[in-house]
């Protein structure tokens, strides 16, 4: 169980901020929900209580977890597939498992792609997505804002890395 003003993370949608626990009913169902707020796009997210294990909510990394995120946005990218379908099949996965080291692999492997090859539209939509959920649960992990997150993500992809 979660508590107001827990950091957690939502698969899928970033990192926010346990803000209340309310009670609603919904299609004539009374439920508790966690109203989440993700800072990053403004979102307010309602989330069922008896249903967070399915969505797997989970706490917000700490440092340790942060340091680990920045040694796998520092290595060399891990072999992708050459088939577009397949490749995006299987970073999509990633993504979806909430799993920010997963999810960090994603922005690096995409990263790293784009400088060398160029992304498709759908690729640089999928690209801009993890970084956004990446960046979401580093400025909570790390209390830092959006823009200074960004900076440290870009600064592993500046020449001289990766090669």
């Known amino acids: 169980m979660f508590n ?12 926010g901020v346990i803000e209340a626990i309310e009670e609603k009913e919904i299609l004539g169902a009374r439920k508790k929900y966690y109203i989440m707020n993700i800072p990053i796009g403004e979102m307010k997210v309602m989330i069922p209580m008896d249903n967070v294990g399915n969505i797997g909510l989970r706490e917000v990394i700490d440092d340790n977890g942060v340091e680990q995120v920045f040694s796998i946005l520092r290595e060399n990218h891990s072999k992708m597939s050459t088939n577009w ?14 799993d920010i080291y997963k999810v960090a692999e994603v922005v690096r492997n995409l990263m790293v792609r784009e400088k060398e090859k160029g992304l498709s539209t759908g690729e640089r939509k999928m690209l801009e997505s993890a970084r956004q959920i990446l960046i979401s649960e580093l400025v909570l992990a790390k209390n830092s804002s959006a823009t200074d997150v960004d900076e440290i993500i870009n600064q592993f992809f500046v020449e001289g890395h990766h090669e």
């Open 85 to 98: 379908n397949r490749r995006y099949r299987m970073n999509m996965e990633k993504i979806k498992s909430g």
């Open 4 to 15: 107001i003003g827990d950091k957690v993370v939502y698969p899928m949608h970033g990192a």
